[in-house]
């Protein structure tokens, strides 16, 4: 069992380097789109790594760390998808040109259906 | 244990900082976020003070209940604290 | 092994600091909305190594409810921002 606490270990520091990593990225991104990429996905996995790490460590307490990261999982991409979609319909543009705005279309396809209903 | 006051002096920095900004700032959506981040704080401390079910409160009230009763009050008020101020932070 | 925990626990005290000095320069409400996030995220971590540090299995409690509650106040903002609430 000892092999399972240097596995806990492990992930635990590429947690906290994860957590840390996504605190300054959203310190230095220019945008608000940038700053969602980098405070939620990089936030997710680090606080994911890190907690599993403790139940690695302390294997009695396994299934409420698991718990746990199923609820981070589920509600960190929610909160991230809730902001860039309400940031998009106020009408914040991005700091970089766009390409591509494939969210525009849908929208057109939307409004269009509730007219032909 | 230097360690511990460290990160208390840190944690005590950003809890009267933050109070401060809420009283401070002119825009109440933001004055509203920074009680969050208060509540957030002084869960961490009453964690370190080794009160688990205080902090168990004060998390589910601070970040949750007061978040959306005070967001529901500013939905249906003003949103600058100068009502006679027209100011374009109502956008985002 | 305590020499882990405590660097890991300085990122992570390091990185609250960081999303508090986005929260502080934010020129949107939605800058903010998101260093909020981030900060609930890293105490939820946070949270969960001082359990260990401590010893005491009831503490994961409050970790619990972080990650079960820390996302509804976020989303209530960001329905308040898109004047869809």
Do not use: C
């Not at chain 3, 300085?10 to 409400?29: D, H």
């Amino acid at each position: 069992m000892e092999i399972l606490r240097y596995i806990g270990y492990g992930l635990l520091v590429i947690g906290g380097i994860f957590l840390f990593l996504g605190a300054l990225g959203i310190y230095r991104m220019p945008d608000l789109y940038n700053r969602l990429q980098a405070g939620t996905k990089a936030t997710t996995i680090g606080a994911m790594s890190a907690i599993l790490g403790v139940g690695f460590i302390e294997p009695a307490w396994m299934v409420k760390t698991i718990i746990i990261v199923i609820f981070i999982g589920i509600a960190n991409p929610l909160s991230s998808h809730a902001l860039a979609r309400a940031a998009y319909k106020a009408g914040l543009k991005p700091i970089m040109k766009k390409k591509v705005d494939a969210y525009e279309k849908v929208q057109d396809i939307e409004v269009k259906e509730e007219v032909k209903l | 244990m230097i360690t511990y006051v460290v990160i208390f002096s840190i944690l005590a920095v950003l809890l009267v900082a933050s109070a401060l900004y809420a009283v401070i700032q002119k825009d109440l959506l933001a004055a509203v976020i920074s009680t969050g981040v208060v509540s957030l704080i002084l869960s961490v401390f009453f964690y370190l003070m080794q009160a688990p079910d205080v902090a168990l409160t004060e998390a589910a009230i601070g970040i949750a209940l007061t978040t959306i009763i005070f967001v529901i009050t500013i939905r249906n008020t003003s949103r600058n604290e100068d009502e006679t101020v027209d100011n374009n932070l109502e956008k985002f | 092994m305590e020499t882990v925990f405590i660097i890991v626990l300085s990122l992570m005290a390091l990185g609250l600091l960081l999303g508090f000095l986005r929260f502080v320069k934010g020129p949107t409400a939605a800058d903010r909305a998101v260093a909020l996030d981030t900060m609930s995220v890293i105490a939820t971590a946070a949270l969960v190594l001082l359990g260990l540090m401590f010893k005491r299995y009831i503490y994961i409690d409050v970790a619990l409810i972080y990650a079960v509650l820390g996302f509804i106040g976020v989303i209530v903002i960001a329905r308040f921002i898109e004047k869809a609430l």
